[in-house]
């Protein structure tokens, strides 16, 4: 699933290509994707409508659209967000002033669309936590939040409710990078190992935004091009194969339903 840093590239990819463009006509191919309002009032609405921002908020995108209306896209699993010429095969098509389309493909049906005139009052969005890239993540607050939870340390770093954007790929490989067991009771953490975690965290996310994402399954920049993170990650996906720091095994764990990946040696 497309995390903080395949999102904010995206983002930034987007940025440069439709800001100031107006949208002449949309297509909805698979009207399940169009969560709010109903797709013959979406395509209503947001005709005409010209794209003014975009702001990210953890995993989700916020298009500003002239009239004080919101596009807000949710990729999900497998979605992507490609600006160029029409696929017909995507799930949404929208025509732009400058006769190139933004178009929005899903190879599974997860990926949410919904236009709004309150994007602070959708609920995904109103219940997520600190952007670990904001100056208002401290190591204070980290600590703090994990101080309080019962849960395990990979799920925590992975709850969106208290930070946004981060997911499989990024809690495993900030585990590893931290040395800290994924198993281990979030609360169990010392002083050490929470700050520890904290700058790698942030290290990785903004070096993961550096390389435009992580393309471990069909994730693709704004342009359908790969992001190249993927080749430096340590532990994720890498079930069986050495450990790149001690040599041995790595070993898979299953934690909330998510494969984690993590040496048992290396990380305490
Ligand atoms: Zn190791």
């Known amino acids: 699933m ?53 702001v990210r908020r953890g995993k989700y995108l916020i298009f500003h ?14 979605g992507q967000l490609i600006y160029g010429e029409k696929d017909s095969k995507n ?14 493909n899903s190879r599974r049906m997860l990926t949410e669309a919904r236009l709004v005139d309150d994007w602070k009052k959708i609920s995904g969005i109103t219940r997520l936590g600190y952007e670990p890239l904001s100056q208002a993540f401290s190591l204070d607050v980290f600590r703090q939040g ?38 281990r009771q979030a609360c ?14 942030k290290k990785i996310l903004r070096d993961a935004v550096k390389c435009r994402g992580s393309s471990t399954s069909t994730y693709t920049d704004a342009r359908g091009k790969k992001g190249s993170f993927h080749s430096r990650l340590k532990v994720y996906g890498r079930k069986g194969q050495a450990c790149l720091c001690c040599g041995r095994p790595l070993k898979k764990v299953v934690i909330e339903g998510r494969t984690t990946c993590f040496c048992p040696k290396c990380q305490k």
Not at 91 to 104: F, Q
């Open 2 to 54: 497309p995390e903080l840093p395949e999102v904010e590239t995206i983002k930034k990819d987007l940025e440069k290509y439709i800001l100031g463009r107006s949208i002449k006509k949309i297509e909805v191919n698979k009207p399940r994707i169009i969560k709010q309002p109903s797709p013959e009032r979406f395509k209503q609405e947001l005709k005409g409508k010209t794209f003014r921002r975009i």
């Open 65 to 78: 659209l002239s009239s004080r209306k919101f596009l807000i896209i949710h990729l999900r699993l497998t």
């Open 146 to 183: 994990i101080n309080k939870k019962k849960k395990n340390i990979k799920a925590v770093l992975m709850d969106q409710t208290f930070i946004a954007g981060v997911g499989n790929i990024y809690s495993q490989e900030a585990l590893f990078w931290a040395k800290i067991d994924p198993r």
């Open 188 to 201: 169990s953490l010392n002083k050490q190992e929470i700050k520890r975690l904290h700058t790698v965290l």
């Open 91 to 104: 799930r949404l098509n929208l025509l732009l002033s400058n006769n190139k389309y933004l178009n929005l």
